[in-house]
């Protein structure tokens, strides 16, 4: 009877430790932080493709340099103003998979309509 008792307790042990485990390194994935600093200026944003793996935590630092631009990310519902010269600080996990494109959200001139780029999350599986 204590053999079975011991056992069952090592097993229990084990699971439990393997879980916390699991938790511990689902958790640093998702506390990782990629910062990206980003221009926004006449028809353009640099980067213009923006690449993360999925689980991450973004950190999009925007600066518009010559008038006042927005940047919309519709995927993952995203429009922010940025004023000339001030740096916008936009904050989000990245928990779809996918390519989401993004655009100025201000009239900023007759080129507004090619100021765009793309938000590549790769999957976290890697596939």
Same mark, same amino acid.
């Not at 699991?22 to 006449?42: D, E, P, Y």
């Not at 010559?66 to 001030?86: Q, S």
């Given at each position: 009877?204590?053999?079975?008792?011991?056992?069952?307790? $090592?097993?229990?042990?084990?699971?439990?430790?393997?879980?916390?485990?699991?938790?511990?390194?689902?958790?640093?994935?998702?506390?990782?932080?990629?910062?990206?600093?980003?221009?926004?200026? &006449?028809?353009?944003?640099?980067?213009?493709? %923006?690449?993360?793996? $999925?689980?991450?935590?973004? &950190?999009? %630092?925007?600066?518009?340099?010559?008038?006042?631009?927005? %940047?919309?990310?519709?995927?993952?519902? %995203?429009?922010?103003?940025?004023?000339?010269?001030?740096?916008?600080?936009?904050?989000?996990?990245?928990?779809?998979?996918?390519?989401?494109?993004?655009?100025?959200?201000?009239?900023?001139?007759?080129?507004? &309509? &090619?100021?765009?780029?793309?938000?590549?999350?790769?999957?976290?599986?890697?596939?």
């Amino acid at each position: 009877m204590n053999r079975v008792i011991t056992t069952l307790l $090592q097993c229990c042990l084990c699971l439990t430790c393997a879980a916390l485990f699991a938790g511990a390194s689902a958790a640093g994935a998702a506390s990782k932080t990629v910062v990206i600093h980003m221009t926004a200026k &006449r028809y353009e944003f640099n980067p213009s493709v %923006i690449n993360v793996k $999925q689980g991450e935590h973004v &950190r999009l %630092i925007v600066t518009a340099l010559d008038r006042t631009h927005g %940047i919309k990310i519709p995927g993952y519902g %995203i429009n922010r103003r940025l004023n000339k010269g001030a740096p916008v600080t936009i904050e989000f996990t990245a928990n779809k998979a996918g390519t989401f494109p993004f655009h100025c959200s201000v009239w900023c001139g007759f080129g507004h &309509r &090619r100021m765009k780029g793309k938000l590549i999350v790769k999957p976290a599986n890697g596939g």
